[in-house]
């Protein structure tokens, strides 16, 4: 079955340490996204990629930077962790963009301390 | 940039009920309009899309889009316990490569 497999489940982090979240797709979709989800402001985008080896910053990428290094994979680093960066982070993929449904992950946790 | 701003934030319906979520959107040249649900601990999965003025149904399912008024709703009839789950509108902007989320209504359905 198709799906989006993001890891870790649930992070603690310490404040300035780095932080690597790993995202795996089995859908052939180009497109990937990282989203961060808060309460009371839906999900907001980070990142994303159409196609391995590139990535384009999405309405809030100060803080992250993005990986794609193959179609499956994706990920998000944290280079120095803040407190503010406490959240829930879904991965998602597209077959076509904006034009197709959005598979996502199960997302990831991640306090940071 | 695109604003989707949903309503309300919480509804709470019995079962059998038809539960009805509203949806504005800021950019009447906007593409694609979708409902995705997410239950507790998920990500969310997408339900049902909507591109041309008009309704549309899918099963329990039915979504009215009207682009002059900048709305979109998504009424579920006859809601089951196992429909509660925030429920999220996302919108695509003409020229975007990304979805513009709602912040969710969290629907409630009691047995």
């Known amino acids: 079955e198709a799906a989006v497999t993001q890891s870790p489940r649930s992070k603690v982090a310490v404040t300035g340490g780095k932080v690597t979240l790993s995202c795996h797709q089995t859908n052939n979709h180009d497109y990937m996204y990282w989203y961060r989800q808060d309460t009371g402001h839906g999900l907001r985008l980070i990142h994303y990629?159409?196609?391995?080896?590139?990535?384009e910053k999405g309405d809030i990428p100060d803080g992250y930077k993005a990986s794609r290094p193959s179609q499956e994979n994706f990920s998000l680093i944290l280079e120095l962790a803040s407190l503010s960066q406490t959240a829930v982070y879904f991965c998602?993929?597209?077959?076509?963009?904006?034009?197709?449904?959005?598979?996502f992950g199960s997302g990831t946790r991640l306090l940071v301390i | 940039q695109e604003k989707v701003q949903q309503s309300p934030e919480s509804l709470i319906v019995p079962e059998g009920a038809m539960s009805s979520l509203n949806c504005t959107f800021s950019n009447s040249a906007s593409q694609s309009i979708w409902w995705y649900q997410q239950h507790p601990g998920k990500g969310p999965e997408a339900l049902i899309?909507?591109?041309?003025?008009g309704n549309k149904k899918e099963g329990r399912l039915t979504v009215y889009l009207n682009r002059a008024s900048l709305h979109v709703s998504l009424h579920i009839r006859d809601s089951q316990p196992s429909d509660s789950a925030v429920y999220l509108c996302a919108v695509a902007s003409s020229g975007s490569w990304q979805l513009i989320f709602g912040s969710g209504t969290q629907l409630t359905v009691m047995p």
């Open positions: 990629s159409y196609v391995a080896d590139s990535t």
């Open positions: 899309s909507i591109f041309s003025n």
């Open positions: 998602a993929s597209s077959e076509t963009g904006t034009n197709s449904d959005y598979t």
